[in-house]
């Protein structure tokens, strides 16, 4: 009996050993293989095309200098290229370890390496860095994902000044940043507007740049904008007794006119085509210093309350209607604020916003409108009547909101629009 319990104890032991050599051999193989699958991706385009489980496009993704062997976290799916949108190495890690890398041929140099970061796409274009130089005005998705992309950046550094939290570093990122678009770097500049102490004006920031033959100016929106602010004033535009404007949002152009910055910012616009951009009273202080500008390239107004009657929209319309667009995003409450009658009034969320009911002031005329539609995430034309906001004829559950209204909620909402549409807004996406 002995004997046969033997040959079965052997057998087991043998059949044990058999298995474990064939693991051994295969996490062997596998070990020896991922090396060289890891360099044989990052060789072909330092860290471009990467492994099928990397991410899609407009994803953000790392550019290396030298491509280290683990880099799935910030890597591209396969078939698409990682499309820097900084500076070359602008995130620059121990030049020491990169160096003794390179000199020992391996990629293995873990966080010491320097780095770009980018967005996955599938091809990158030839100039992404002349978006700005390059751009054409038109109103189009693309192009407004630009020009928020911009207002978005300059109410960053606004937040910042209304917290008291210094702001330099966030400048300077950003004066890196536009330059990488084809800002000059020598004429960016941003100015924070501070009411003097014991005075209720609220905060705000301007930017402005040229970038080849143009030169733009961006107005964020207003923190601690009085939202019920003597709305029922209307005063004179420019003196013109027929055009009557919101006394609210003049007072506020004039407190920046009177900073200089709209001086400052003809002199930067001499010879020059010039973009404006701004977001809610940003966008209304982007009109009216458009008027005051002789070569008007575009205007891009993000959410801009009604600020005139009748005479003054249609003055404005005949000036500059040809290069404005004016953005409303999903179900955004403020384009229709002051409301003109009770039914605009029962459309109003029930947070703290503007319930004046102003008839005389009116809206930029529907041909000048664009929207992101709340329901198919489309950017399209207004079509019909502005009257109608809820963008779908007898939907009764529509109640407008202000959650629509923030330089993020139109920076993602023009983000989903143009998609992968445009490989060079690409870049923008992952800023």
């Not at 014991?198 to 601690?224: L, N, R």
């Not at 458009?290 to 009604?306: I, N, P, S, T």
């Not at 000048?368 to 009764?396: H, I, Q, S």
């Not at 209204?405 to 629009?417: E, I």
Request: proline content about 6%; glycine content about 6%; charged content about 15%.
């Amino acid at each position: 009996m002995s004997e046969p319990m033997m040959s079965a104890g052997t057998r087991q032991l043998a059949a044990w050993a058999l298995l474990l050599s064939a693991l051994a051999a295969s996490a062997a193989t596998a070990q020896g293989a991922a090396p060289a699958e890891g360099v044989a991706a990052a060789a072909s385009n330092t860290g471009r095309t990467l492994p099928p489980r990397g991410r899609g496009v407009g994803a953000v993704c790392r550019t290396w200098r030298v491509p280290p062997r683990t880099f799935d976290r910030f890597s591209c799916r396969a078939g698409l290229t990682c499309c820097a949108n900084a500076p070359q190495w602008v995130f620059p890690k121990s030049a020491g370890a990169v160096t003794a890398a390179a000199s020992t041929n391996t990629n293995n140099i873990g966080s010491s390496n320097d780095f770009t970061m980018g967005v996955c796409a599938q091809q990158c274009p030839p100039a992404c860095n002349t978006l700005l130089t390059a751009f054409t005005g038109a109103s189009t998705p693309a192009n407004a994902l630009l020009m928020s992309t911009l207002v978005a950046d300059v109410t960053v550094i606004q937040e910042l000044i209304n917290k008291n939290i210094p702001s330099a570093n966030k400048e300077a990122e950003l004066r890196t940043k536009w330059a990488s678009y084809g800002a000059d770097a020598a004429s960016i500049r941003i100015t924070p507007f501070r009411p003097p102490a014991g005075e209720e004006d609220p905060v705000t920031v301007g930017a402005m740049f040229t970038a080849g033959s143009m030169s733009y100016v961006i107005v964020g929106w207003f923190i601690g904008f009085n939202n019920r602010a003597a709305n029922e004033d209307l005063v004179p535009f420019a003196g013109n007794e027929d055009q009557q404007v919101r006394a609210v949002m003049y007072n506020y152009y004039q407190f920046i006119e009177n900073t200089g910055f709209i001086e400052d910012a003809k002199a930067l616009s001499q010879n020059r085509d010039v973009v404006f951009a701004g977001l809610s009273a940003g966008a209304a202080v982007s009109q009216f210093a458009a008027l005051e500008f002789e070569r008007v390239k575009g205007v891009f107004l993000f959410g801009v309350q009604r600020i005139g009657n009748a005479a003054f929209q249609a003055n404005y319309a005949a000036e500059m209607g040809a290069v404005t667009s004016s953005w409303w995003n999903k179900f955004d409450a403020w384009p229709i604020v002051p409301v003109a009658d009770e039914d605009e009034l029962a459309l109003l969320p029930k947070d703290d916003i503007d319930d004046t009911i102003e008839p005389r002031l009116h809206m930029l005329d529907a041909r000048f409108w664009w929207r992101v539609n709340p329901y198919t995430n489309v950017c399209e034309r207004m079509k019909g009547a502005l009257a109608e906001p809820c963008a779908r004829a007898g939907d009764a559950t529509c109640t407008l909101n202000v959650k629509d209204h923030t330089p993020k909620a139109h920076f993602d909402s023009l983000k989903a629009c143009v998609g992968a549409s445009d490989t060079c807004r690409l870049s923008i996406l992952a800023a």
